[in-house]
Nanobody, 114 residues
Framework: QVQLVESGGGLVQPGGSLRLSCAAS????????MNWYRQPPGKERELVAG????????NYAGSVKGRFTISRDNAKRTVYLQMNSLKTEDTAVYYC???????WGRGTQVIVSS
């Protein structure tokens, strides 16, 4: 079955950086676009970034454009989210998801606070 395991979250000061990873299994990873979502405390889950199956094309929410970078390594079946210049409003649980597949991982918590 589809399994997605997010990691790399933690506590970071405003202006800091984190790199999230999502290890995938149970499906043909290289055939699927991948997305990162986040759910801030008390708010709805929102799409943060997406990348096509080949990795050639990416897209970002306006709130993270220029600060976050999504990438993937199909050989390692892993998608990444490099987060720079973090803001307190980036605090959320971050999830990855394969486009068109319904499974979610447990997420990884990111807290941006001084």
């Amino acid at each position: 079955q589809v399994q997605l395991v997010e990691s790399g979250g933690g506590l970071v000061q405003p202006g800091g950086s984190l790199r999230l990873s999502c290890a995938a299994s149970g499906f043909t990873f290289g055939n699927y676009g991948m997305n990162w979502y986040r759910q801030p405390p008390g708010k709805e889950r929102e799409l943060v970034a997406g990348i096509t199956s080949s990795g050639r094309s990416t897209n970002y929410a306006g709130s993270v454009k220029g600060r976050f970078t999504i990438s993937r390594d199909n050989a390692k079946r892993t998608v990444y989210l490099q987060m720079n210049s973090l803001k307190t409003e980036d605090t959320a649980v971050y999830y990855c998801k394969a486009g068109g597949l319904g499974s979610w991982g447990r997420g990884t918590q990111v807290i941006v606070s001084s």
